[in-house]
DNA sequence: ACCATAGGCAAGTCGTCACTTGCCTATCAA
DNA sequence: TTGATAGGCAAGTGACGACTTGCCTATGGT
């Protein structure tokens, strides 16, 4: 579970997206592709955004929601609070995956 | 700078070593391997882990200091305090590498 | 001096990942 | 109903990353 938010985090586009909906929560794909493209000059396909939003749903750290034909994307920071935790104080070690 | 601390995490066996230098400051190389082997079932090579421990060291998690022929393994924090911290209140956006 | 120990370097293999291309479905506006 | 918009599915490619194998250097004990 904590596998998959490490890995989402491992993909510095990723880390973008996450940054452009922490800036503004409830993008659409296509909001999401225009916002790498014009700020960050990402010229990604919208399939592949489409992979990377997919890969931190699965992470838990972006929830979506379906409305008509768009489907809004929010940031959930909520994953992020214990990973890093883990080795900043002495702390039971986590079976590895 | 970052994107190394995130490129070091992601994999579930450097994790692990981060763990065990939790648990225990200043282990060899060979005490890693002994350490991974024993506890965690990970079989693997002396150059397996070397290699990890240098990925560790370019991200700034792991410093080394060698002694004679031992080359020994300290845990450092820092990098970790501030890369989560990016999204959990809203943040001047970091440029991406 | 010898040999075992601790570690480094470099090339090669194999799998996974990011990204693309092509096609298909669904919703709304005219 | 037609067409444009928003999105999904699946296969293919190319590159990077984890790991191995083989050989080489250096330190220390006896």
Same mark, same amino acid.
């Given at each position: 579970?904590?596998?998959?938010?490490?890995?989402? !985090?491992?993909?510095? +586009? @990723?880390r973008?997206i996450l940054?452009?909906?922490?800036e @503004?929560?409830?993008?659409?794909?296509?909001?999401?592709?225009s916002?790498?493209a014009?700020?960050?000059?990402?010229?990604?396909t919208?399939?592949a %955004? =489409?992979?990377? !939003?997919? %890969?931190?749903?699965?992470?838990?750290?972006v929830? =979506?929601?379906?409305?008509?034909?768009?489907?809004?994307?929010?940031?959930d920071?909520? /994953?992020?609070?214990?990973? %890093? +935790?883990?080795w900043?104080? /002495?702390?039971p070690?986590? =079976?590895t995956?």
């Amino acid at each position: 579970m904590s596998e998959d938010v490490f890995k989402a !985090l491992a993909d510095p +586009t @990723r880390r973008t997206i996450l940054d452009e909906l922490a800036e @503004r929560d409830g993008q659409s794909l296509f909001e999401i592709c225009s916002r790498l493209a014009m700020k960050h000059e990402l010229a990604l396909t919208r399939q592949a %955004v =489409s992979q990377h !939003l997919a %890969v931190l749903e699965t992470a838990g750290l972006v929830v =979506s929601r379906r409305e008509g034909r768009y489907k809004f994307h929010d940031l959930d920071t909520q /994953p992020l609070e214990q990973i %890093v +935790t883990r080795w900043l104080r /002495p702390h039971p070690p986590e =079976s590895t995956p």
